[in-house]
């Protein structure tokens, strides 16, 4: 048996998600500048070295890559942050026919 409203008994419910949504950005917005800022230090360590393998076309991709990678990390780690937020504090369902908005009780 699916998610019934707890005021007209409806089974038409949806899930808002906005705590995975929210949580979703801000760790993709968070976890890309965290990348940038780390490729910087990273591309300031090689250029000291002497990075003559790649030059400045693998500094760049290497950039890109480390912002791209720590935007996904942080998009994966807010929205299971923003589940929990879903889960455990805001009303996550809505019921479609009557327009309340209601959290699932927990056992």
Not at 33 to 55: I, K
Not at 80 to 92: A, F
């Amino acid at each position: 048996m699916g998610i019934q409203c707890p005021v007209c008994h409806s089974q038409r419910v949806v899930a808002r998600e906005i705590g995975k949504k929210a949580g979703s950005l801000i760790g993709l917005t968070g976890g890309a500048a965290g990348g940038a800022v780390s490729t910087l230090e990273g591309a300031e360590v090689g250029a000291t070295v002497g990075v003559a393998v790649a030059g400045p076309p693998g500094m760049m991709l290497g950039s890109l890559a480390g912002a791209m990678i720590g935007a996904l990390i942080g998009s994966i780690a807010g929205a299971q942050l923003g589940t929990l937020v879903d889960d455990k504090i805001l009303d996550n369902y809505r019921c479609l026919a009557c327009g309340v908005t209601f959290n699932q009780p927990h056992p």
